[in-house]
T-cell receptor, first 111, second 114 residues
Framework: QKEVEQNSGPLSVPEGAIASLNCTYS??????FFWYRQYSGKSPELIMS????GDKEDGRFTAQLNKASQYVSLLIRDSQPSDSATYLC???????????FGAGTQVVVTP | EPEVTQTPSHQVTQMGQEVILRCVPI?????FYWYRQILGQKVEFLVS????????KSEIFDDQFSVERPDGSNFTLKIRSTKLEDSAMYFC????????????FGPGTRLLVL
């Protein structure tokens, strides 16, 4: 059974601090990796995609991928109260592009 | 910016009734997906659709589910005889091509089966 694992949280982060989110996946042939943000009752909203080992930065967000360790992470710098949400890790493996999602990590940014 | 749309936003139905959830994918996209999310649980893949046929489906997608693209724009999910456990948010997503493509999600339909 192919799995995507995330800590459920909640991860409490003071405003202005760095939030660090982790995700591991079991299928070694996974190709594409995504971080989505989901507010309660809303649909997933893309934050970052990453396909190659290493770091990728976009504004306050940095995604890190290590395929050898089957690990992908997301850093949120200068966390804001509006960053309070559930962050979903999604992995795409097969040729039809379906996503496998982790259960999500709830982040709470406290003023 | 183009976006995926879904209707209705909310649907309440009685157990055993048929429901049709509608999606309009982004216009030049070729691959279409349905996912569901039961309250408090993870987003789960239901089905992918390409070239007017199902390309992959999950164990959840049993005989009571069907999908079709009746015209050039709509993509529908039909649940033939709803059960209480079908209550969930249903998300439609689409991509232009499968390789290294971000899936864009619609706003979802919240289905409540009573």
């Amino acid at each position: 059974q192919k799995e995507v694992e995330q800590n459920s949280g909640p991860l409490s982060v003071p405003e202005g601090a760095i939030a660090s989110l982790n995700c591991t996946y079991s299928d070694r042939v996974s190709q594409s990796f995504f971080w989505y943000r989901q507010y309660s009752g809303k649909s997933p909203e893309l934050i970052m995609s990453i396909y190659s080992n290493g770091d990728k930065e976009d504004g306050r967000f940095t995604a890190q991928l290590n395929k050898a360790s089957q690990y992908v992470s997301l850093l949120i710098r200068d966390s804001q109260p509006s960053d309070s949400a559930t962050y979903l890790c999604a992995v795409s493996t097969d040729s039809w592009g379906k996503f496998q999602f982790g259960a999500g990590t709830q982040v709470v940014v406290t003023p | 910016e183009p976006e995926v749309t879904q209707t209705p936003s909310h649907q309440v139905t009685q157990m055993g009734q048929e429901v049709i959830l509608r999606c309009v994918p982004i216009s030049n996209h070729l691959y279409f997906y349905w996912y569901r999310q039961i309250l408090g649980q993870k987003v789960e893949f239901l089905v992918s659709f390409y070239n007017n046929e199902i390309s992959e489906k999950s164990e959840i997608f049993d005989d009571q589910f069907s999908v079709e693209r009746p015209d050039g724009s709509n993509f529908t999910l039909k649940i033939r005889s709803t059960k209480l456990e079908d209550s969930a948010m249903y998300f439609c997503a689409s991509i232009r091509a499968y390789n290294q493509e971000t899936q864009y999600f619609g706003p979802g339909t919240r289905l409540l089966v009573l």
